[in-house]
């Protein structure tokens, strides 16, 4: 069987999830085995190029700002990664926390991986495609989201992942 789509249907395929996620480990896995630098850096910026990627055929709102950033990252939890989260936002610290009890990315605890999740790139990807929204808004909106840490993991054998962005 062969799965013919093309990137304009990438929003209708759930079955490339779990390809992706066990891509992600075996990458992981390589890059470990190879002494390889930044890997948290690199998952990331393999989520940014998948933004970049989506952006060119969906954008779920005209601008973000502090009072839709929730509606928004949930709208793309949903739609891209078929996950419902729970956030929040910590206006003191300026951070954005996000609670996935079902991450893609994250679904099995992966003792040889060490503390490397594959929903770093899941933190590439969401602080990239609100950044393109902006930059390409009639609006201009100031609002800036960079990717903090994935604080837990499923991957790690925790009971959900929670993944913090700082934002300006």
């Not at 690199?42 to 989506?54: D, E, P, S, V």
Request: hydrophobic fraction near 40%.
């Amino acid at each position: 069987m062969t799965l013919n789509i093309d990137r304009s249907q990438l929003l209708l395929v759930e079955a490339a999830m779990n390809q992706s996620r066990n891509m992600i480990y075996h990458l992981i896995r390589f890059m470990k085995k190879n002494d390889v630098e930044n890997v948290k850096e690199r998952l990331r910026g393999m989520g940014r190029n998948i933004a970049r990627t989506f952006y060119n055929y969906w954008k779920p709102i005209e601008s973000v700002d502090v009072m839709n950033i929730k509606d928004v990252i949930v709208t793309i939890y949903k739609k891209v990664l078929n996950s419902s989260v729970t956030i929040e936002l910590d206006e003191t610290n300026k951070t954005i926390i996000i609670k996935d009890t079902k991450c893609a990315l994250c679904k099995y605890h992966y003792e040889d991986v060490g503390k490397f999740a594959g929903c770093e790139v899941i933190l590439g990807m969401i602080s990239e495609l609100i950044d393109l929204i902006n930059k390409n808004s009639k609006n201009q909106s100031k609002l800036n989201i960079q990717p903090l840490e994935v604080r837990e993991s499923q991957a790690y054998g925790d009971d959900a992942c929670i993944q913090v962005f700082t934002y300006k």
